[in-house]
């Protein structure tokens, strides 16, 4: 599980096999709380149509959530990872992280290397992920225009 903080670039990654409702509402809870602590009053989370964030996970979160912080769900359209940051990021990771390692390595030492270089922490430019953002809006521009047409 893979989750960025827009304004900071913050990255927060966590593995876990199989990752079910349960496993998802507990590591947004985790966040949440994190970002409670350093004064945050409002999250909006942004989901693709991953089964796992349907509306069970949500329940669980809002259980498992002891925050005061006012946390809102979004759904981006269906088939559509050209939208989601998340996902240029996942291919930027594999770029700059597994590109080079032979690909008969066993998922728990990919795992190690991910966690170990990732997990809380700024491991994207903000620059990054200003770029990204303004490739998904050119994206969206785009297609709209050629709809508009």
């Known amino acids: 599980?893979?989750?960025?903080?827009?304004?900071?670039?913050?990255?927060?990654?966590?593995?876990?096999?199989?990752?079910?409702?349960?496993?998802?509402?507990?590591?947004?809870?985790?966040?949440?709380?994190l970002l409670?602590?350093?004064?945050?009053?409002?999250?909006?989370i942004f989901l693709d149509h991953n089964p796992t964030h349907q509306r069970k996970m949500q329940q669980i979160f809002y259980q498992l959530n002891q925050t005061q912080l006012k946390v809102r769900f979004f759904f981006l359209p269906p088939y559509s990872p050209w939208l989601n940051p998340v996902?240029?990021?996942?291919?930027?990771?594999?770029?700059?992280?597994?590109?080079h390692h032979s690909p008969?390595?066993?998922?728990?030492?990919?795992?190690?290397?991910?966690?170990?270089?990732?997990?809380n922490q700024n491991y994207f430019a903000q620059e990054n992920l200003l770029n990204i953002i303004e490739h998904i809006e050119q994206k969206i521009l785009d297609k709209y225009t050629k709809t508009k047409v």
Not at 13 to 18: A, E, F, I, M, R
Not at 87 to 99: A, P
């Open 1 to 33: 599980m893979l989750a960025v903080e827009i304004h900071t670039a913050e990255t927060y990654l966590q593995c876990v096999k199989p990752a079910k409702s349960q496993q998802v509402a507990e590591y947004f809870a985790q966040i949440i709380q």
């Open 87 to 99: 996902e240029f990021l996942i291919h930027l990771i594999r770029q700059k992280e597994l590109h």
């Open 36 to 44: 409670a602590q350093k004064g945050y009053r409002k999250v909006d």
């Open 104 to 119: 008969d390595r066993q998922l728990e030492e990919i795992e190690k290397i991910c966690v170990d270089k990732i997990h």
